[in-house]
């Protein structure tokens, strides 16, 4: 076992690379993938748990960041396409992780995951609020994540794949005449 210190960042990363490899995440694998001892993982998280949701906060947090870089300067009907499309190209070429983060239940018992939800919900908010009115915005953010989280799940397990239609031209299909319609209704 090594002596060297170690972070709740480095255990974070681990456990991501863990996800993404599709093994098992355990304070054992991780443990094993660090070389130290699994109770010693136990002096940064209280159990899994808290640590499953670090990681839902920290996965959340960087695709915010992602999204808000990409998306820079964007805005209305567009804007609102192109935010989509780019949650939605992450969390396909990093679907086991995608998965794991959409299969935790949302809860206010983490702060991070409560945090990095709320700026979540900003980055989203801001931009349909250049295309939406105020009354709109809600239908139109569910409208979004139902969409980029449903297309993520089917993209990411196969069940998209046609010769006829590529996924992503279906994708930004869909979202533009549902995104039309709301703005109409």
């Known amino acids: 076992m090594r002596t060297a210190t170690i972070s709740k960042e480095d ?4 456990a991501i690379i863990t996800i993404e490899k599709g093994d098992k995440l355990t304070f054992s694998t991780i443990s094993r993938r660090m ?3 699994s109770q010693s993982l136990y002096n940064y998280f209280k159990n899994q748990q808290e640590l499953e949701y670090a990681i839902v906060g920290s996965v959340i947090s960087s695709a915010c960041q ?3 870089y990409k998306t820079f300067g ?3 009907h567009d804007g609102v396409i192109y935010l989509a499309q780019t949650f939605r190209r992450m969390g396909i070429k990093h679907i086991n992780l995608a998965q794991f983060v959409i299969s935790h239940h949302r809860t206010n018992q983490y702060k ?3 945090d990095e939800f709320n700026e979540l919900k900003i980055i989203l908010d801001r931009m349909l609020e250049s295309y939406f009115d105020s009354e709109q915005i809600l239908k139109a ?3 979004i994540r139902s969409l980029v989280v449903g297309d993520i799940l089917n993209v990411g397990t196969g069940w998209f794949k ?6 992503e031209s279906s994708f930004v299909e869909m979202l533009d005449l549902s995104l039309n319609a709301l703005r109409n209704s």
């Open 141 to 143: 953010s569910r409208l």
């Open 74 to 76: 964007k805005s209305g």
């Open 35 to 37: 070389k130290i001892t």
């Open 162 to 167: 046609s010769p006829e239609m590529r996924a």
């Open 11 to 14: 255990i974070i990363k681990t």
């Open 112 to 114: 991070i995951v409560t």
């Open 66 to 68: 992602i999204a808000q």
